[in-house]
């Protein structure tokens, strides 16, 4: 069982910083993979960013690459995700998510069976 509780959404302007944080709650965190994902209202929940348990893999959605960063601390159990040069597309509620299963595609939302309750970030443009 993991839990996981995400912190750092707020206002920002457009062009601005933001970094979110996840903190879990679980021992064997370090055999998690991990996801950023969000949802804006209307639409469907979306993959952000993958880290991989050990942190030696990363992906991002084509809407963020090279403006976002995944980390993760197997040591402090977080997982981070930095987010420069917001855009107003941005706004949306942002999740932490975890999977315990290995192979499967880590953008779909099935692979996770742990999620956060999420965090607003809001870009005004």
């Known amino acids: 069982q993991v839990q996981l509780v995400e912190s750092g959404g707020g206002f920002v302007q457009a062009g601005g910083s933001l970094r979110l944080s996840c903190a879990a709650s679980?021992?064997?965190?370090?055999?998690?993979?991990m996801g950023w994902f969000r949802q804006a209202p209307g639409k469907e929940r979306e993959f952000v960013a993958y880290v991989s348990w050990s942190g030696g893999r990363k992906s991002y959605s084509d809407s963020v690459k090279g403006r976002f960063t995944i980390f993760r601390d197997n040591v402090k159990n977080t997982v981070d995700l930095q987010m420069n040069m917001l855009k107003p597309e941005d706004t949306a509620v942002y999740y932490c998510?975890?999977?315990?299963?290995?192979?499967?595609?880590?953008?779909?939302?099935?692979?996770?069976?742990?999620w956060g309750p999420g965090t607003q970030v809001s870009v005004s443009s």
């Open positions: 679980a021992g064997d965190f370090i055999s998690h993979r």
């Open positions: 998510a975890a999977s315990a299963t290995v192979g499967g595609e880590p953008s779909s939302l099935k692979e996770y069976g742990y």
